[in-house]
């Protein structure tokens, strides 16, 4: 997986308050809130997952491809 750069301009109480979440876990801030992105994504996702087999199994369910002929 190619790596890319993101750069972000945070207040400095937040950049403390993140600084002291990571150290408690031993991390550093850039792995803490990568970590914390993917974690973020992945319930995202999962929801998602969640929500659409909720409405198939109750019978709301549309394929996407439903109106496409």
């Given at each position: 997986m190619?790596?890319?750069v993101l750069s972000m301009?945070?207040?400095g109480d937040?950049?403390?308050?993140l600084q002291a979440h990571a150290a408690?876990?031993?991390m550093?801030?850039?792995d803490y809130i990568v970590r914390t992105l993917i974690r973020?994504?992945?319930d995202?996702?999962?929801k998602a997952s969640v929500?659409?087999?909720e409405q198939f199994y109750t019978g709301g369910y549309v394929r996407p491809s439903a109106g496409i002929r």
């Open positions: 190619a790596s890319r301009r945070m207040d937040l950049l403390d308050r408690k876990r031993g550093s801030v850039q973020d994504d992945f995202e996702r999962l929500d659409e087999t």
